[in-house]
């Protein structure tokens, strides 16, 4: 059980929680630092969040660490992402004692360097049997994934699909659709983030940039989601 004895210790009903980890480049502007400085914060911060959840009891955490489109920043920012990617790679060996995770990698690996997708390989492989699965996309777009997805289908020879079948060549196909997704920040979008997968999710936009999301507010996040009423369509 987690120090904050505020903490909610969370039901099946809310297994699934989702990230998209926004607002780094403003956090570091607001303190005058360039925006890597909140690249380097978020990735802490990131690692402290997902242990929380852990810790209350949530199954499965997934983060958005990487989007098709962030290769179109400029060049030395997306270095540090990527050099702060082999950096955490080297830590997931004792985080996945410590904190019991199973690691899966989403998104389009094959245009990564090759020692990066070594490292992922690696720690996917050897974090395959613990209970708490983060799902990492990177690289990752959900259009992108779902084209993927249907060429995978189309290549297995069927002429009609189901649901079902879309689901399951997804990268998540390995996991339930979220149960809540959140995005920090303060902008109110997806972004190319888990469109087939949040058709029931939850959503929740709070303008706290992400080096600052505090287990607090994870508690608040967690209140709010036990607060609302899920329909599925009905009454
Ligand atoms: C999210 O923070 C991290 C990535 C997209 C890699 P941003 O870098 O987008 O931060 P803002 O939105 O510019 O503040
Ligand atoms: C979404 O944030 C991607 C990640 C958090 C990795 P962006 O900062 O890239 O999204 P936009 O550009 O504001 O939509
Ligand atoms: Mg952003």
Known sequence: MAES???PLVDERLSHIAFIMDGNGRWASKKMMPRTFGHKHGAENFK???QYCGDI???????YAFSTENWGRPQNEVDTIMNLLSEY???CEREMEEHNIRYRFIGDMSVLTPELQRKIAYVEEISKDKDLLLNVALNYGSRAEIVNAFNKIVKSGKTEITEADISDA???AHC???DMIVRTGGDIRLSNFLLWQ?????LYFTDVLWPD?????INEIVQEFYNRKRKYGKV
């Open 5 to 7: 004895n505020k903490a």
């Open 48 to 50: 402290k969040i997902v």
């Open 57 to 63: 009891g949530i199954k499965i955490v997934t983060v």
């Open 89 to 91: 790679l080297d830590t």
């Open 170 to 172: 997804l990268y998540t």
């Open 176 to 178: 339930p659709d979220p």
């Open 198 to 202: 949040a058709q029931y999710s939850e």
């Open 213 to 217: 999301l505090s287990k607090e507010n």
